[in-house]
């Protein structure tokens, strides 16, 4: 028998589907439902497993938002009101037979090429601008938590759009747009670097320039994490080396939310253009040629090369790169912490976080398979400033925790 008649990929032959349902507005059908939408995803072909952890994010809070905030009437500025205003709130409408005989429409489309959910409340709408507007301001008693699921929704997915007053959310996802592009591997590393947005006419904005942390490199891209949302779909970034800071041309190519009010942003770095004003080119300048920016962060590769410990030293387990979200759960606090990881042992994991960790956490790692996460519990033997906002953190397992 030949090898390609064994084990036939049925979800690629999948011409069209559709799927229509219901669902009441009682919150514990949420959880149920989003699952129930990622693994249909999953066995249809329309999501690869690997992309489909953001899907269920992005169907977390489309469904979510239509049943609490649509159909429930509930609103998000309760959270920052008494801690158990929203929770409160929750309850009584929950039992309110009115709110709760309205239903939360979806219907999810595929053509074998392209996915999307129209997800439908029967609730009063809202103005989606100025919800992002608010959101996105700098002035603090403007800004709105509501927002930022919107924003993390559109970094999940291909396109997120509202209609019918805000009360219809399409969302797409192409079905290769998750197909992994990366032409070599990125090393963990961790290092502040200068960031400065180009403008819509493509010349540097100086003024604006801002530091953010390095979670990997290679020497076709980076993944930054910040402290403020993305300005602009195009990047200089100062790279140091011996010849000074080279300003290396980036496209953003994807982002989304780190915590609350922080942002990961996977940039390429790209061919630099010949400006138009030639007063806006970058100070100090490297050659144009992309051979120029490959070995500029090749020089920091190999610097990193050299200062990783040998195998043989000091450490006990060889580590692995593992560049995964994490959760970090601290004894008192009800909310988790979200973390990104940089390199794990058996007997330990670096991470960055947005904030000092105490003496010992529970980490809380995605679990491989659609099984539940696993958690353990650790001791933080490392937690080093890296600028404001962010911390380097090196963590010694203990044992699993089954709470």
Same mark, same amino acid.
């Given at each position: %028998? ?31 439902? #989003? ?27 489309? /469904? ?7 159909? *429930? ?16 709130? *929750? ?14 429409? /979806?219907?999810? =489309? ?16 809202? $103005? !989606? ?8 301001? $700098?002035?603090?008693?403007?800004? %709105? ?5 919107? *924003? %993390?929704?559109?970094?999940?997915? =291909? ?27 990125? +090393? ?6 200068? #960031? ?16 953010? !942390? ?14 403020? *949302? ?8 100062? !790279?140091?080396?011996?010849? @000074? ?6 496209? #953003? ?9 922080? %942002? ?12 138009? =004003? ?14 120029? #920016?490959?070995?500029? +962060? ?22 692995? +790169? ?24 058996? @007997? ?44 380097? !953190? ?6 699993? =925790?089954?709470?």
């Amino acid at each position: %028998m030949s090898e390609s008649s064994d084990t036939p990929l049925l979800p690629s032959q999948i011409v069209a589907e559709r799927t229509h349902l219901t669902i009441p507005s009682l919150p514990n059908w949420i959880e149920p439902t #989003v699952e129930f939408l990622r693994t249909k995803a999953v066995m249809s072909g329309a999501c690869h497993q690997k992309r489909s952890g953001k899907l269920l994010v992005a169907l977390h809070e489309a /469904i979510s938002n239509a049943l609490l905030h649509g159909n *429930l009437e509930l609103n998000s500025d309760l959270k920052r009101q008494e801690p158990d205003a929203f929770a409160a709130a *929750l309850a009584q409408r929950a039992a309110d037979p009115n709110l709760a005989s309205r239903t939360v429409d /979806i219907v999810v =489309d595929y053509d074998g090429e392209t996915c999307h959910w129209i997800i439908t409340d029967q609730g009063n709408g809202f $103005d !989606v601008d100025h919800v992002l507007a608010r959101c996105l301001s $700098d002035d603090p008693d403007l800004q %709105m938590t509501s927002g930022r699921g919107i *924003l %993390m929704m559109k970094s999940l997915l =291909d396109d997120v759009r509202f209609t019918q007053g805000g009360r219809r959310v399409i969302m797409r996802l192409d079905r290769n747009s998750g197909t992994e592009r990366r032409k070599d591997a990125r +090393v963990p590393i961790v290092a502040p670097f200068q #960031v400065t947005p180009i403008g819509a006419d493509g010349a540097p904005a100086w003024g604006e320039s801002y530091e953010a !942390v390095s979670r990997d490199l290679s020497e076709h891209g980076i993944a930054l994490l910040q402290r403020q *949302l993305a300005t602009s779909a195009k990047l200089l970034i100062g !790279v140091p080396t011996d010849r @000074g800071v080279v300003h290396i041309p980036a496209e #953003v190519k994807h982002s989304r939310p780190l915590g609350a009010n922080g %942002m990961e942003l996977g940039c390429q770095f790209v061919e630099p253009l010949a400006p138009a =004003d030639p007063s806006s080119v970058p100070p100090p300048s490297g050659s144009p040629q992309m051979e120029a #920016v490959h070995q500029a +962060v090749a020089g920091i590769l190999d610097a990193y090369h050299a200062k990783t410990v040998p195998s043989h030293d000091k450490r006990v387990h060889p580590r692995v +790169v593992f560049t995964e979200r994490v959760a970090i759960q601290i004894d008192g606090r009800p909310e988790l912490i979200v973390a990104y990881a940089r390199d794990l042992s058996k @007997g330990g994991l670096a991470l960055i976080a947005q904030e000092p960790l105490p003496g010992e956490v529970t980490i809380i790692f995605p679990s491989p398979t659609n099984r539940e996460a696993f958690r353990v519990r650790s001791r933080v033997v490392r937690c080093s400033l890296i600028q404001e906002g962010f911390y380097d !953190v090196g963590a010694t397992f203990l044992r699993l =925790d089954a709470r």
